[in-house]
């Protein structure tokens, strides 16, 4: 196969060549939308050269391949990424240089998929990237949303909702493969019929919707290996017929084809919180369905009806239980499809899938209502519940007259389809994402699962690529590593421990500073641009970014910020190292105390704006629309990384490995992989505190969390929380609530926030 040459020269022909096919324009005359289309083109087909090899291999070794299901890919943009993994990031950007064109702008130009949440779809990225890197052959699947996670703007200290329509100019890296489009089934009912003397099962009367995939690929870092992210989008089967405009039924079509494609229509915004919603199971039984028809199709062609081999060849793993309908689906397809009998069927399924927790909290561990369950996918359901019935037989002789634990276990029990354990109960794996999440899994989340099958349970830390969070981000910091140890750590990170003997290195640290400080300005840069914020790179620059949660306590670090403030205001001798915190955090649009969280942030930020003394040594800004990009600039400027959840609660977390390889200092609780960090530094370089996660579970146990002892004693945390509710944060946070008339300082005291443990969740564990 003849294969093109990605040097300088024949970049910049490319470039220049199809800037003149697709626009008709010299560079000079063209968009940056359209440069940036040409460029992304070059290295698209850089990238297919790759992939069509990559591809060919795969189905001559016949290795053994993942199927990673997750309902969220949180990639960020994906240009530069893939210069720098097709080891060409000099030769392009020599090569764009020399075409006048400025490659930070252009990069600016694609706009970033934020088709995930947070933690868990990043997670899903980061490993998308590794597997390629690690020669792996794997493929993402997902849904092809239409609407990504919305973008967030901040007006008059409140959070506004803006819709994410991300495919606006399209997307230059994916492509349609339609000879992969399948059909999927929703509604109807099940009949019972005999064929040649034998049961089968088959649904009627049920709707039709088409699943259309879209492949992204994903480069790894100077390797063979392409691997696709597969992307599903839904279609409707019906096309608009002429006759219909006769008929009058022209807006009944549109309706039901317009009703189809909700199906990708848009990402929940709820991270670690699910609603019962019926879209939403839709959206999951979609992709999965899909998916597995797809993996089944590709074992066939390799492997003929060997289904016994199916474990040895493919690996299905459900990133949380949102994909955990792949667990029927697969028997459904085994036995109704493929003609295997149940212990067969099921036999492979427990030895294909894998199922990693992301969190033990109660709200966002998935049960879908049996009607709805039974309504939408009766097939399915039928086969839940034979699971279910031969797990209660069994788990009956494991705990015989205990209906309590059999019903806590059970698939199906109190009218709800329990997912998490059905994906306890039908895979092969279960894995918690950090050592702390992995004990407290098997000691208490699934602890009656654990004793009856102990062999299932592992732990494997969560982590972050190298490539995207210090290479691609921190560019300096990068170079200066390479300057100390050379290159070995970017094949393998672990090597970055050669970093050590530097630490009292006075040159090295110089250049860090140095580094640092310029990472500072770039931020500063980016907050002036994005929301006019002026900051001082001098200060302190102090970060918490992630989503917006009670139990990762930005109100614990906002009050902590109101502690500072009234020692200020209150002492004119109190002095202080000058300290910028800043904040990014996007909250569920529904969840109205993360709302109102945002909400004290900005206040407190333009009370200290508005003190002559305080704005000198303390300053709080909130960045807007905090997503993979915004990361990739806020992470490198970060002094101190703020870890600060509930001790039990973070069952890993990411953002503290982002921070600490760029060279933050992590405040934090011992919580999620923070213990492992903590190991891995040393406790002397690292500021933990606060209870310990034995100690809140015993809590929760005890009902012996009292947070009003700690406001009667402690004076200060008095002080700060009555300004919460009296004072200008509390009037900021009531003011539309109480109407205009109301007038500086609100006496509005709300009872129930006092009594609310929860108003006070913030406090116990750091002063506890
Ligand atoms: C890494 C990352 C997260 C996860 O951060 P945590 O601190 O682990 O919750 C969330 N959002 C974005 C954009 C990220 O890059």
Not at 341 to 355: M, N, P
Not at 537 to 551: C, G, S, W
Request: charged share 25%; aromatic share 10%; net charge negative.
């Amino acid at each position: 196969m003849p294969t093109t040459k990605f040097d300088k020269e024949s970049i910049k022909k490319s470039i220049v060549g199809k800037v003149q096919r697709y626009n008709g324009l010299t560079i000079e005359e063209a968009t940056k939308q359209q440069v940036y289309r040409a460029v992304a083109s070059t290295v698209r087909d850089q990238i297919m050269q790759k992939y069509m090899v990559s591809r060919e291999e795969r189905k001559k070794s016949k290795k053994k391949r993942l199927y990673y299901l997750s309902v969220e890919f949180l990639m960020g943009r994906s240009m530069y990424t893939n210069m720098l993994n097709l080891v060409s990031s000099k030769e392009y950007t020599e090569a764009l240089q020399e075409l006048g064109i400025d490659i930070k702008e252009l990069l600016k130009e694609e706009p970033e998929p934020g088709l995930g949440n947070g933690g868990l779809g990043r997670l899903a990225a980061c490993f998308m990237d590794s597997l390629s890197s690690l020669d792996l052959p794997a493929m993402g699947c997902t849904i092809r949303y239409e609407y990504g996670l919305f973008r967030q703007k901040i007006v008059d200290g409140q959070q506004v909702e803006l819709p994410d329509s991300w495919l606006d100019n399209g997307n230059a890296w994916e492509s349609a493969v339609m000879q992969d489009t399948c059909e999927i089934h929703f509604g109807g009912h099940v009949e019972e019929v005999e064929i040649n003397g034998q049961k089968k099962y088959v649904t009627r009367d049920y709707y039709t919707v088409e699943a259309v995939p879209y492949d992204m690929p994903i480069v790894g870092y100077d390797t063979a290996t392409v691997n696709p992210l597969r992307m599903w989008s839904a279609r409707s089967p019906k096309k608009i017929d002429l006759n219909s405009f006769g008929e009058g039924r022209y807006i009944q079509a549109s309706e039901e084809i317009e009703l189809a494609e909700t199906i990708s229509k848009v990402l929940y915004p709820e991270d670690k919180h699910y609603e019962g919603k019926m879209l939403r199971l839709k959206q999951h039984y979609f992709f999965v369905s899909a998916s597995l028809q797809y993996i089944i199709k590709e074992f066939k062609k390799a492997f003929g009806n060997d289904f016994a081999r199916l474990p040895d060849k493919v690996v299905i793993h459900i990133n949380d239980t949102h994909p955990g309908m792949a667990i029927p689906e697969l028997m459904r397809i085994l036995m109704d499809e493929e003609g295997l009998g149940w212990d067969e069927a099921s036999a492979i399924v427990q030895k294909t899938v894998a199922y990693t927790n992301h969190t033990i909290m109660a709200e966002a561990l998935e049960k879908w209502p049996v009607n709805m369950v039974e309504n939408l996918l009766p097939r399915c359901y039928q086969i839940i519940c034979e699971m279910n019935r031969r797990l209660c037989e069994r788990l009956w002789n494991s705990f015989p007259g205990d209906w309590d634990r059999i019903a806590h276990m059970a698939l199906v029990s109190y009218d709800n389809v329990h997912m998490a354990n059905m994906c306890v109960a039908m895979s092969y794996s279960v894995n918690g994402v950090s050592q702390l999440h992995g004990e407290i899994l098997k000691s208490d989340t699934f602890h009656d699962y654990y004793k009856v099958m102990p062999e299932k349970f592992c732990a494997i830390t969560n982590g972050i690529t190298h490539r995207r969070w210090l290479m691609s981000c921190n560019p300096g910091l990068t170079n200066l590593i390479y300057d100390s140890i050379g290159d070995g750590w970017v094949r393998e990170p672990e090597r970055l421990s050669e970093l050590l003997p530097f630490a009292d290195d006075a040159a090295f640290r110089d250049k860090f500073d140095q580094i640092k400080h310029q990472n500072k300005e770039r931020l500063a840069a980016l907050l002036r641009e994005r929301q006019g914020a002026i900051v001082d790179p001098d200060f302190i620059f102090d970060v918490q970014a992630k989503r917006l949660h009670e139990y990762k306590r930005q109100m614990l670090n906002a009050l902590h910020i109101l502690v500072l403030y009234n020692r200020i205001v209150n002492d004119e001798n109190f002095t202080m190292e000058p300290r910028l915190f800043v904040f990014g955090a996007k909250a569920s649009p529904g969840y109205y105390r993360a709302k109102q969280i945002i909400r004290m942030i900005c206040a407190l930020s333009s009370l200290i704006e508005k003190h002559p003394r305080a704005r000198k040594m303390l300053q709080v800004v909130f960045l807007e629309n905090y997503d993979v990009s915004s990361a990739e600039v806020l992470i490198p400027a970060a002094e101190v990384s703020e870890q600060l959840s509930t001790a039990s609660k973070e069952a890993s977390g990411t953002g503290n490995m982002k921070f600490m390889m760029n060279g933050a200092v992590t405040i934090g609780t011992m919580d999620g992989a923070n213990v492992e960090i903590s190991e891995q530094v040393g406790m002397e370089n690292i500021y933990i505190f606060g209870m310990r996660s034995d100690t809140v579970l015993d809590m929760y146990r005890e009902h012996s969390y009292n947070p009003m002892s700690i406001f009667e004693s402690n004076q200060e945390i008095r002080l700060a929380l009555v300004d919460v509710v009296v004072g200008y944060i509390g009037f900021q946070l009531l003011k539309d609530r109480c109407g205009l008339g109301l007038s500086y300082p609100a006496l509005y005291l709300p009872e129930q926030h006092f009594s609310s443990p929860s108003f006070f969740s913030g406090i116990v564990g750091s002063y506890g």
